[in-house]
């Protein structure tokens, strides 16, 4: 199928020099370049994660949290994920 794709131009010169040094054609390079890009695994964008706010000790929404909490709650997850 045939599109028409606008490159910047230092773009498309650094295209062209890769598909060269790799002895292949432009089309070869850019169709290989997608290929990758789309099989990847989609990104996580609509995975939400809520994570408890830090602040000043005077406003109701925040939450204390020291050092040692961050590494019991680090620990607690390596153990759930990899075992003791």
């Known amino acids: ?3 028409t ?3 910047p131009p230092e773009l498309l010169r650094a295209a062209k020099v890769r598909a060269s040094q790799q002895g292949e054609t432009l089309k070869e390079l850019i169709t290989r370049a997608v290929d990758r890009e789309v099989a990847e695994r989609p990104r996580s964008g609509n995975r ?3 994570l408890p706010l830090i602040g000043r000790a005077d406003d109701p929404n ?3 949290v020291t050092n040692a909490d961050i590494h019991s709650a680090l620990e607690a997850d390596d153990t759930e994920r ?3």
Do not use: C, E, H
């Open 48 to 50: 939400k994660l809520v």
């Open 1 to 3: 199928m045939r599109t």
């Open 5 to 7: 794709v606008v490159l």
């Open 62 to 64: 925040t939450v204390d």
């Open 82 to 84: 990899y075992g003791s």
